[in-house]
T-cell receptor, first 115, second 113 residues
Framework: DTEVTQTPKHLVMGMTNKKSLKCEQH?????MYWYKQKAKKPPELMFV???????INESVPSRFSPECPNSSLLNLHLHALQPEDSALYLC??????????????FGPGTRLTVL | AQSVTQLDSQVPVFEEAPVELRCNYS??????LFWYVQYPNQGLQLLLK??????LVKGINGFEAEFNKSQTSFHLRKPSVHISDTAEYFC???????????FGKGTMLLVSP
Protein backbone atom coordinates (compact mmCIF):
# COMPACT_ATOMS: atom_id res chain seq x y z
CA ASP A 1 0.00 0.00 0.00
CA THR A 2 1.61 3.27 -1.15
CA GLU A 3 -1.24 5.54 -0.15
CA VAL A 4 -1.05 8.84 1.68
CA THR A 5 -4.46 10.15 2.70
CA GLN A 6 -5.38 13.75 3.40
CA THR A 7 -8.49 15.26 4.93
CA PRO A 8 -10.43 17.33 4.23
CA LYS A 9 -10.34 17.42 0.43
CA HIS A 10 -11.57 21.01 0.37
CA LEU A 11 -11.60 23.67 3.08
CA VAL A 12 -12.99 27.20 3.08
CA MET A 13 -12.15 29.37 6.06
CA GLY A 14 -12.31 32.96 7.16
CA MET A 15 -9.29 34.90 8.29
CA THR A 16 -10.25 34.57 11.96
CA ASN A 17 -10.92 30.83 11.90
CA LYS A 18 -8.80 28.01 13.30
CA LYS A 19 -8.74 24.81 11.29
CA SER A 20 -6.50 21.76 10.87
CA LEU A 21 -5.37 19.64 7.95
CA LYS A 22 -4.69 15.97 8.51
CA CYS A 23 -2.36 13.55 6.74
CA GLU A 24 -1.94 9.82 7.36
CA GLN A 25 0.29 7.06 5.99
CA HIS A 26 0.68 3.40 6.91
CA UNK A 27 3.81 2.58 4.92
CA UNK A 28 6.12 2.70 7.93
CA UNK A 29 7.76 5.85 6.60
CA UNK A 30 9.69 7.91 9.13
CA UNK A 31 9.79 11.20 7.19
CA MET A 32 6.71 13.32 6.49
CA TYR A 33 6.46 16.61 4.59
CA TRP A 34 4.09 19.53 4.11
CA TYR A 35 4.14 21.42 0.81
CA LYS A 36 2.20 24.42 -0.44
CA GLN A 37 1.36 24.57 -4.15
CA LYS A 38 -0.07 27.60 -5.93
CA ALA A 39 -1.71 27.23 -9.33
CA LYS A 40 0.68 26.39 -12.19
CA LYS A 41 3.67 26.35 -9.81
CA PRO A 42 5.78 23.53 -8.36
CA PRO A 43 5.27 22.45 -4.74
CA GLU A 44 7.11 24.59 -2.17
CA LEU A 45 8.45 22.76 0.86
CA MET A 46 7.11 24.05 4.19
CA PHE A 47 8.07 21.52 6.88
CA VAL A 48 9.84 18.18 7.24
CA UNK A 49 9.44 15.78 10.16
CA UNK A 50 11.87 12.92 10.61
CA UNK A 51 11.24 10.38 13.35
CA UNK A 52 8.41 12.61 14.63
CA UNK A 53 10.72 15.56 15.17
CA UNK A 54 10.65 18.77 13.15
CA UNK A 55 13.85 18.77 11.13
CA ILE A 56 13.16 21.48 8.54
CA ASN A 57 11.06 24.66 8.74
CA GLU A 58 11.40 26.69 5.56
CA SER A 59 10.78 30.05 7.27
CA VAL A 60 7.04 29.48 7.27
CA PRO A 61 4.88 32.13 9.05
CA SER A 62 3.76 31.16 12.54
CA ARG A 63 0.11 31.12 11.45
CA PHE A 64 0.99 27.63 10.14
CA SER A 65 1.76 25.21 12.96
CA PRO A 66 2.73 21.61 12.18
CA GLU A 67 2.34 18.67 14.53
CA CYS A 68 3.41 15.05 14.29
CA PRO A 69 1.56 13.09 17.02
CA ASN A 70 2.97 9.73 15.90
CA SER A 71 4.88 8.15 13.03
CA SER A 72 1.74 7.74 10.89
CA LEU A 73 0.04 11.06 11.37
CA LEU A 74 0.88 14.64 10.44
CA ASN A 75 -1.28 17.68 11.13
CA LEU A 76 -1.10 21.28 9.98
CA HIS A 77 -2.89 23.74 12.25
CA LEU A 78 -4.06 26.95 10.62
CA HIS A 79 -4.86 30.21 12.39
CA ALA A 80 -5.42 33.77 11.22
CA LEU A 81 -4.60 32.97 7.61
CA GLN A 82 -4.50 35.50 4.80
CA PRO A 83 -6.20 35.24 1.39
CA GLU A 84 -2.77 34.72 -0.21
CA ASP A 85 -2.49 31.47 1.77
CA SER A 86 -5.15 29.97 -0.49
CA ALA A 87 -3.47 27.03 -2.25
CA LEU A 88 -3.29 23.25 -2.55
CA TYR A 89 -1.59 21.81 0.53
CA LEU A 90 0.18 18.54 -0.16
CA CYS A 91 1.46 16.01 2.32
CA UNK A 92 4.15 13.48 1.43
CA UNK A 93 6.00 10.70 3.19
CA UNK A 94 9.19 8.72 2.57
CA UNK A 95 11.70 6.43 4.15
CA UNK A 96 14.41 8.35 5.93
CA UNK A 97 17.75 6.91 4.90
CA UNK A 98 19.39 10.33 4.76
CA UNK A 99 20.93 9.33 1.44
CA UNK A 100 18.76 11.42 -0.86
CA UNK A 101 17.50 8.30 -2.65
CA UNK A 102 14.17 8.04 -0.84
CA UNK A 103 11.03 8.37 -2.95
CA UNK A 104 8.43 10.76 -1.64
CA UNK A 105 4.83 9.56 -1.91
CA PHE A 106 2.26 12.34 -2.13
CA GLY A 107 -1.30 12.58 -0.93
CA PRO A 108 -4.10 14.06 -3.08
CA GLY A 109 -3.93 17.40 -1.27
CA THR A 110 -6.32 19.73 0.52
CA ARG A 111 -7.61 22.66 -1.53
CA LEU A 112 -7.71 25.60 0.89
CA THR A 113 -9.57 28.83 0.23
CA VAL A 114 -9.19 31.73 2.68
CA LEU A 115 -11.89 34.38 2.45
CA ALA B 1 22.99 24.31 -4.04
CA GLN B 2 21.24 22.41 -6.79
CA SER B 3 18.71 23.65 -9.33
CA VAL B 4 16.45 22.20 -11.99
CA THR B 5 15.45 23.80 -15.27
CA GLN B 6 12.51 22.60 -17.32
CA LEU B 7 12.94 24.41 -20.57
CA ASP B 8 9.35 24.19 -21.80
CA SER B 9 6.41 25.47 -19.78
CA GLN B 10 3.94 23.87 -22.18
CA VAL B 11 4.25 21.16 -24.81
CA PRO B 12 1.29 20.61 -27.16
CA VAL B 13 1.25 17.31 -29.06
CA PHE B 14 -1.21 15.21 -31.03
CA GLU B 15 -2.39 11.84 -29.78
CA GLU B 16 -0.13 8.90 -30.77
CA ALA B 17 2.80 11.24 -31.49
CA PRO B 18 6.11 10.90 -29.60
CA VAL B 19 7.03 13.44 -26.97
CA GLU B 20 10.14 14.59 -25.10
CA LEU B 21 9.99 16.78 -22.00
CA ARG B 22 13.32 18.37 -21.22
CA CYS B 23 15.00 18.66 -17.83
CA ASN B 24 18.45 20.01 -17.01
CA TYR B 25 19.98 20.20 -13.58
CA SER B 26 22.85 21.97 -11.89
CA UNK B 27 24.72 20.61 -8.88
CA UNK B 28 28.25 20.51 -7.53
CA UNK B 29 27.68 17.03 -6.09
CA UNK B 30 26.15 13.79 -7.30
CA UNK B 31 22.41 13.91 -7.76
CA UNK B 32 19.41 11.63 -7.82
CA LEU B 33 16.72 12.49 -10.34
CA PHE B 34 12.95 12.04 -10.34
CA TRP B 35 10.04 12.70 -12.67
CA TYR B 36 6.59 13.21 -11.13
CA VAL B 37 3.24 13.65 -12.88
CA GLN B 38 0.32 15.67 -11.52
CA TYR B 39 -3.12 15.19 -13.05
CA PRO B 40 -5.64 18.01 -12.56
CA ASN B 41 -6.74 18.45 -8.95
CA GLN B 42 -4.57 15.57 -7.74
CA GLY B 43 -1.31 15.03 -5.88
CA LEU B 44 2.00 14.09 -7.46
CA GLN B 45 2.71 10.55 -8.64
CA LEU B 46 6.18 9.17 -9.25
CA LEU B 47 6.79 8.25 -12.90
CA LEU B 48 10.40 7.12 -12.61
CA LYS B 49 13.69 7.83 -10.89
CA UNK B 50 17.41 7.56 -11.51
CA UNK B 51 19.57 6.62 -8.55
CA UNK B 52 22.52 4.82 -10.14
CA UNK B 53 23.38 2.15 -12.69
CA UNK B 54 21.84 2.05 -16.15
CA UNK B 55 21.30 5.55 -17.49
CA LEU B 56 18.09 4.54 -19.28
CA VAL B 57 15.27 4.33 -16.79
CA LYS B 58 11.84 2.93 -17.54
CA GLY B 59 8.81 4.08 -15.60
CA ILE B 60 5.08 3.68 -15.44
CA ASN B 61 2.60 4.37 -18.25
CA GLY B 62 5.20 3.76 -20.99
CA PHE B 63 7.50 6.65 -20.02
CA GLU B 64 11.28 6.46 -19.96
CA ALA B 65 14.11 8.87 -19.24
CA GLU B 66 17.82 8.96 -19.92
CA PHE B 67 20.38 10.34 -17.49
CA ASN B 68 23.17 12.18 -19.28
CA LYS B 69 25.86 13.29 -16.86
CA SER B 70 27.95 15.19 -19.39
CA GLN B 71 24.96 17.23 -20.51
CA THR B 72 23.46 17.36 -16.99
CA SER B 73 20.13 16.31 -18.42
CA PHE B 74 17.33 13.88 -17.59
CA HIS B 75 14.83 14.16 -20.43
CA LEU B 76 11.53 12.29 -20.29
CA ARG B 77 10.21 10.50 -23.38
CA LYS B 78 7.20 8.54 -24.53
CA PRO B 79 6.98 7.04 -28.04
CA SER B 80 3.20 7.44 -28.39
CA VAL B 81 1.08 9.63 -26.13
CA HIS B 82 -2.59 9.30 -25.19
CA ILE B 83 -5.17 11.92 -24.32
CA SER B 84 -4.96 10.65 -20.74
CA ASP B 85 -1.30 11.75 -20.55
CA THR B 86 -2.45 15.37 -20.40
CA ALA B 87 -1.00 16.58 -17.10
CA GLU B 88 1.73 18.65 -15.45
CA TYR B 89 5.13 16.98 -15.31
CA PHE B 90 7.75 17.93 -12.72
CA CYS B 91 11.43 17.05 -12.78
CA UNK B 92 13.09 17.01 -9.35
CA UNK B 93 16.54 16.44 -7.90
CA UNK B 94 17.88 15.40 -4.52
CA UNK B 95 21.45 15.11 -3.29
CA UNK B 96 23.21 12.74 -0.98
CA UNK B 97 22.69 13.49 2.68
CA UNK B 98 19.46 15.41 2.23
CA UNK B 99 15.90 14.13 2.15
CA UNK B 100 14.44 17.13 0.32
CA UNK B 101 13.57 17.56 -3.36
CA UNK B 102 14.27 20.57 -5.56
CA PHE B 103 11.57 20.83 -8.23
CA GLY B 104 11.65 22.37 -11.67
CA LYS B 105 8.85 24.76 -12.63
CA GLY B 106 6.93 22.04 -14.45
CA THR B 107 5.91 21.30 -18.03
CA MET B 108 2.27 21.08 -19.01
CA LEU B 109 1.77 18.32 -21.59
CA LEU B 110 -1.33 18.98 -23.68
CA VAL B 111 -2.41 16.02 -25.83
CA SER B 112 -5.11 16.69 -28.41
CA PRO B 113 -6.95 14.31 -30.76
Amino acid sequence: DTEVTQTPKHLVMGMTNKKSLKCEQHMGHRAMYWYKQKAKKPPELMFVYSYEKLSINESVPSRFSPECPNSSLLNLHLHALQPEDSALYLCASSQYSGSGTDTQYFGPGTRLTVL
Amino acid sequence: AQSVTQLDSQVPVFEEAPVELRCNYSSSVSVYLFWYVQYPNQGLQLLLKYLSGSTLVKGINGFEAEFNKSQTSFHLRKPSVHISDTAEYFCAVSVSGYSTLTFGKGTMLLVSP
